[in-house]
């Protein structure tokens, strides 16, 4: 099974900062990889898949970069409505796994 | 417009049985894979299931293989999980999402919540 580990866990930055989050995959999981940003009480919404591509809807602001085991995302300056937890997923293998998460949080 | 809409969560006992379903509107359900997610309380996602758009091809979560079936009736556009011998480490709120080619997820239901408690 592929481990993901996102770092760092909470990232406390005011609106207008610059976010970089971080995705590191336990063996290559070539550009497979994909971001999904969650709000309390709702489902993920999907953001960046195969780790560059933005999905439909989703703001410039929000772009994501790497292969193999090392991937950011990175949100070029935060508005209110980012603040929320982001998640990577890879599909290079079975079981698809998911990161524990990065939590954005206002400072 | 394209919507996920699960049920069938509840409180159960360990060991028990339930059957949780995601009826789908707005898109062609039968040309699409489709995958369970859950989310224990406080915690992070955790993929659960696939089943792909003719239901030929399936995989599981290692946590839940040999306990948990899916399944798809495309004739009424909606996505089962059968949950057998469940355990209090099942207790979480499980998504039905919408496969995004390939393997990743891009509509999302609101959730079921499933509790495991004696």
């Known amino acids: 099974e592929i481990v993901l580990t996102q770092s760092p866990a909470t990232l406390s930055l005011s609106p207008g900062e610059r976010a970089t989050l971080s995705c590191r995959a336990s063996?290559?999981?070539?550009?497979?990889l994909a971001w999904y940003q969650q709000k309390p009480g709702l489902p993920p919404r999907l953001l960046i898949y195969?780790?560059?591509n933005r999905a439909t809807a989703i703001p410039a602001r929000f772009s994501g970069s790497g292969s193999g085991t090392d991937f950011t995302l990175t949100i070029s300056s935060l508005e209110p409505e980012d603040f929320a937890v982001y998640y990577c997923?890879?599909?290079?293998?079975?079981?698809?796994?998911f990161g524990g998460g990065t939590k954005v949080e206002i400072k | 417009q394209v919507q996920l809409v699960e049920s069938g969560g509840g409180v159960v006992q360990p060991g028990r049985s339930l059957r949780l379903s995601c009826a789908a509107s707005?898109?062609?359900?039968?040309?699409?894979?489709l995958h369970w997610v859950r989310q224990a309380p406080g915690k992070g996602l955790e993929w659960v299931a696939f089943?792909?758009?003719?239901?030929?091809?399936?995989y599981f979560a290692d946590s839940v293989k040999g306990r948990f079936t899916i399944s798809r009736d495309n004739s009424k556009s909606t996505l089962y999980l059968q949950m057998d011998s469940l355990r209090v480490e099942d207790t979480a709120v499980y998504y039905c999402?919408?496969?995004?080619?390939?393997?990743?997820?891009?509509?999302w239901g609101k959730g079921t919540t499933v509790t495991v408690s004696s």
């Open positions: 997923q890879q599909r290079s293998s079975w079981p698809l796994t």
């Open positions: 089943i792909s758009y003719d239901g030929s091809n399936k």
């Open positions: 063996q290559s999981v070539s550009s497979y």
């Open positions: 195969d780790a560059s």
């Open positions: 999402a919408r496969d995004f080619p390939n393997y990743y997820m891009d509509v």
């Open positions: 707005g898109f062609t359900f039968s040309s699409y894979a």
